[in-house]
């Protein structure tokens, strides 16, 4: 059974090592889609209750599910019985919510992270993209769309490769 000096940190940690189902280099709390935690003692004969709160990137995310379950399942390894997740967009996730280690997990999975910024963002950012590969500024957009909604694609004109961007979302 675990100790009732269970706390948020401790959970925390633990939802470190739930890796997200589409780009398996960053978790799920690296990305900032982890936007609340609450951890209910109980007594020695009542295990603690945990409760993760969930933000998307986007409403259409179809890994939605799949994270919900993946943050049970972390959890019931861990020992903890009472586990509930919630999904809600009451906070409205950005790419700003990216911790610097998930940045450079995007880039270690060949994706060019996002950019930080501050109050209106321009998108015309995505035109200067530096490649994920050799971190060339000679790259070009060749579309604003990629093969998910938060990615565009791009192309180095040094190393010679074609790569994705992670969109910028305010």
Request: aromatic residues 8%; charged residues 20%.
């Amino acid at each position: 059974m675990l100790s009732v000096n269970l706390n948020k940190d401790q959970i925390q940690a633990w939802l470190e090592e739930v890796m997200d189902p589409e780009i398996p280099t960053i978790s799920i709390v690296d990305l900032g889609i982890v936007t609340g935690i609450r951890v209910e003692q109980h007594s020695e004969d009542h295990p603690a209750s945990v409760w993760v709160e969930l933000t998307p990137t986007f409403s259409g995310c179809p890994a939605l599910k799949i994270m919900e379950q993946l943050v049970k399942d972390k959890l019931i390894e861990k020992g903890i019985a009472h586990i509930d997740v919630n999904t809600n967009f009451k906070t409205q996730w950005n790419t700003n919510m990216i911790s610097e280690k998930g940045l450079a997990a995007l880039q270690k999975h060949g994706l060019a992270p996002p950019p930080r910024f501050e109050g209106y963002l321009e998108l015309d950012v995505l035109s200067d993209t530096p490649c994920p590969y050799c971190g060339s500024r000679n790259t070009e957009m060749k579309t604003p769309f990629g093969p998910t909604l938060c990615r565009s694609m791009h192309y180095c004109k040094n190393c010679l490769n074609a790569f994705e961007g992670f969109k910028p979302v305010g």
